[in-house]
């Protein structure tokens, strides 16, 4: 399942262009939208491209270069680039319609284009993002923030906080649930057998004996101790200007990092326009692009399909390992 997310940001133009070009991907999708919309935005890029509406998810075979719709509509037009909160209800029922879909287990994986928080916020409905989102709906307990960019792989502790409330919400109790929940699904999703994760400290040097910081023989290095009496291989926590170098990365499965701009600078350097977003912690597969909405490159044949194409062939290549040999 495909959900373009914000309709005037570049997420159609995603969804129209990967299509366009023809990626051969070993997995049936559907688009869960607006076929107005996209057939509006197919005409403003000058592709040709076919919606084929399937609203009970038959999977009938459809022509190359066509797309499977699953319908969803929207309140009014869409006009790229412009936002309009009277459409945010449709957006969000979307992306309900695709996940119940893959609850119901008529599909294997989601895969999601980006959404404008902002927006939907304007039309009075609570929505923080995504991964809350799939959370509460799911019934996933702690949803974790996995990012990819080839065999990268860097989860986090903390997401979208302000850096002066991190060091506050860096707690023992919250590095041994994420930790648990990586652990997990570097097993579940990656087949894994044994994964070996290092773990970031907070301070500049891993604290430095204390000199720098005391979160890291205060929270860090006990939390770390609890893990590997559960069996659970963790290293650190280790200086983070050292731990992204090939010494550390070429024998780990998987970075720990504390908080948002530790990890992710790093990765999306290393895998610039091909990361990939996964959540952990939930009943279902869900991989998505790791940008923005782009509002100013909607509609212009301008927006770069990398991310989403990974997105597309990592929940393709999960899904198919978690179903196992045909």
């Not at 491209?49 to 009014?76: K, Q």
């Not at 649930?177 to 907070?202: E, N, S």
């Not at 770390?224 to 926590?237: C, H, K, M, S, T």
Request: net charge negative; proline share 7%; hydrophobic share 45%.
């Amino acid at each position: 399942m495909v959900t373009p997310g914000e309709p005037a940001g570049i997420g159609p133009d995603l969804v129209l262009q990967w299509a366009a070009e023809g990626h051969c991907l070993n997995a049936e999708l559907a688009i869960v939208a607006d076929p107005a919309m996209l057939a509006q935005r197919a005409r403003q890029l000058g592709l040709e491209i076919s919606c084929v509406i399937d609203p009970h998810l038959t999977f009938a075979p459809i022509a190359d270069g066509a797309l499977r719709v699953l319908p969803v509509p929207l309140a009014r037009p869409v006009r790229p680039g412009v936002l309009d909160p009277d459409n945010s209800a449709g957006v969000i029922t979307a992306l309900y319609t695709a996940l119940q879909a893959c609850l119901d287990g008529r599909a294997d994986a989601l895969v999601t284009g980006p959404m404008q928080k902002s927006v939907i916020n304007d039309a009075g409905i609570p929505f923080s993002g995504h991964t809350e989102y799939l959370a509460e709906h799911s019934g996933g307990d702690l949803p974790v923030m996995l990012l990819t960019a080839g065999t990268l792989r860097v989860a986090l502790v903390t997401t979208h906080l302000p850096l002066r409330a991190v060091a506050d919400a860096i707690t023992l109790k919250r590095i041994v649930a994420t930790a648990r929940v990586l652990h997990h699904d570097l097993i579940r999703h990656f087949d894994i057998a044994a994964p070996r994760i290092l773990v970031c400290g907070l301070n500049p040097h891993a604290g430095e004996s204390g000199h720098l910081g005391h979160e890291e023989a205060a929270i860090i290095t006990p939390a770390l101790q609890q893990l590997r009496a559960e069996g659970i291989n963790v290293i650190g926590p280790l200086p983070a200007d050292t731990l992204f170098t090939p010494q550390h990365l070429d024998h780990a499965d998987a970075v720990l990092a504390m908080y948002h701009d530790q990890g992710l600078p790093t990765l999306k350097y290393a895998g610039f326009g091909e990361a990939v977003n996964v959540t952990l912690g939930l009943p279902l597969l869900r991989t998505s692009v790791d940008h923005g909405t782009a509002l100013d490159l909607a509609g212009t044949g301008r927006a770069l399909g990398g991310s989403f194409a990974a997105a597309l062939r990592l929940a393709a290549q999960l899904a198919a390992r978690r179903r196992g040999p045909a």
